[in-house]
């Protein structure tokens, strides 16, 4: 259970204000179609996150467990720091309006995520917790806990979010979790 909470919270935080969470905004003003979006938003971090919680898993199997203690610790502490540095949006996700709006989502939201982290954050969850569907469940409810308000609420709800300190309390996680593993505390705390 504590794998999926840890997994739903950091994500959740850390999309706050992340590129995937402007592309809905985005997508809600241009299309007015919430279902199609929600739905595509579900698809495409479900793909997303499933190859990203394969790759974290193939970790474990191919890095020894001091090995994989030092990257996983190194890696919260890069999201850490990440985490702080403001997205920026290129309008050219948004553009594959003609083949409907839920391909359209699907592909602009898949794309989106690629690299970006919160995919990241996924890799790294699944090889600390060693747990594949806790954890692609998990940061797929962050995922949707952050993206689904964007899309009903719109730019209205993002001005009242304070971004800079969700980014913070995410980063706080990030980091407290990576010092945790880096100093052996992780092991005992199910990190």
């Known amino acids: 259970m504590e794998a999926f909470l840890v997994s739903t919270g950091v994500v959740a935080l850390a999309e706050i204000g992340d590129k995937t969470q402007l592309l809905a905004f985005i997508l809600a003003a241009k299309f007015r179609k919430p279902i199609p979006i929600v739905l595509g938003i579900l698809v495409a971090t479900l793909l997303n996150h499933a190859f990203a919680g394969a790759i974290g898993s193939l970790f474990i199997r191919l890095l020894g467990p001091e090995i994989l203690g030092w990257v996983l610790g190194l890696s919260f502490i890069g999201m850490a720091i990440w985490t702080l540095i403001p997205d920026r ?3 050219t996700d948004a553009t594959l309006a003609q083949y409907g709006v839920f391909v359209t989502t699907l592909v602009a939201f898949f794309l989106a995520e690629t690299g970006d982290k919160t995919q990241i954050a996924t890799i790294a969850l699944a090889a600390q917790y060693q747990l594949f569907f806790v954890v ?16 009903h609420l719109g730019e209205h709800m993002a001005n009242r979010i304070p971004v800079r300190l969700v980014h913070g309390i995410a980063a706080a996680i990030f980091a407290i979790i990576g010092v945790a593993t880096l100093l052996g505390a ?4 199910g990190f």
């Open 186 to 189: 992780g092991e005992r705390l």
């Open 136 to 151: 692609v469940a998990g940061t797929t409810l962050g995922m949707m806990i952050a993206n689904v308000p964007a899309v």
């Open 89 to 91: 949006f290129d309008e």
